[in-house]
């Protein structure tokens, strides 16, 4: 087995469907209708289709979405009205090839939990029964638009034997970059960031910035433009090599959910193994579908606070944690105006 893809759910039925359906579709070499061309592509990435399973862990959701999952295993994803013409033409010759013997069934693992276990036990889980060479985390808000987009990033690590975890170019549904993680949150780097220093061109080019800022902020920033190594990538579609897993572990439980693979990141580099992120792969990651703004901001502030507690010096952790109290108090009188936000943060400024 080359490829182990394991998508946690949570209340998100549709958008699990719409995820699942574009994996096949990409499988399937995204619209490819005759063999000629098929042929040519195949040619192109000088590879045979890869071998994959999909393993689903779905978190108690109460949308339907563990029935559906229920019969998942007998009755692999199937067209829906919502599917493209050209999909549907794919899932069909699928389904025709299975059943002549001249292609593999579709292989799907699911695990129903009768709790909300987190991100990083639900995904823990889903690596517990994987058999891939290599394991990818996938949000199941997330649609794969790429034709070949997995044999493309498989061929690349495959390549580059250093790399032990890669992200690729997450974009929003109108196209624009998103940021994907950046640098390790050192206390110069928090200082910017809870100061909201690292808006300043001339302060993001000193101090490498905790997140990086996308194309369209208006420094103009190109990160998120060019395949560069970075501390770590964000865990919406997070590629690691199996030989991480066996040398490092797997993901800390202790993180319910944002900030785990910032973590997982910084084990994964001191353990010798590079991270990468790769833009010449790209993918749709609708974003904040399984959680609120609350529990965005209140994971990412926990994390850093675990990561201090976790991984740095003593005399390190009550200067973050003043750091942080400062970040949360700065952007509650910043979004004043904006009484959900300002909300947010004078929870999280509590809670810490």
Sequence with gaps: MKLSIIIVSYNTKELLEQCLESIISSMGYGGIENNKEKNQTLNHYNTKPLSYEIIIVDNNSTD???????????????????????????????DRRVAEGKSPKLKVKTILNKENAGFARANNQGIEKSEGEYVLLLNSDTIITEKNFFNKIIKFLEKNNNIGILGPKLLWENGQIQSSGGYFP??????????????????????????????????????????????????????????VLDKIGFLDEKFFMYAEEMEYCYRAKKAGFGVIYYPKASLIHLGG???????????????????YQKHQPSWQKPIAGLLLKTAAFLRSLVFCQNQEKRQVYKQVLADL
């Design 64 to 94: 339907g979405t563990q029935e559906y999952l229920g019969k998942l295993k007998t009755h692999p994803p199937k067209l829906t009205t919502r599917l493209p013409g050209t999909i549907r033409k794919q899932l069909v010759e699928r």
């Design 289 to 307: 579908k399984s959680g609120t703004s609350l529990l965005a901001a209140k994971g990412e502030f926990w994390g850093i606070k675990y990561f």
């Design 186 to 243: 050192t206390l110069s780097r928090l200082i910017t960031w809870a100061l909201m220093l690292d808006d300043l061109p001339l302060i993001n080019k000193i101090i490498k910035p905790y997140h990086p800022h996308q194309p369209n902020f208006y420094t103009n920033d190109s990160y998120y433009q060019k395949l560069h190594h970075q501390d770590w990538v964000t865990g919406a579609c997070f590629f690691i090599k199996r030989i």
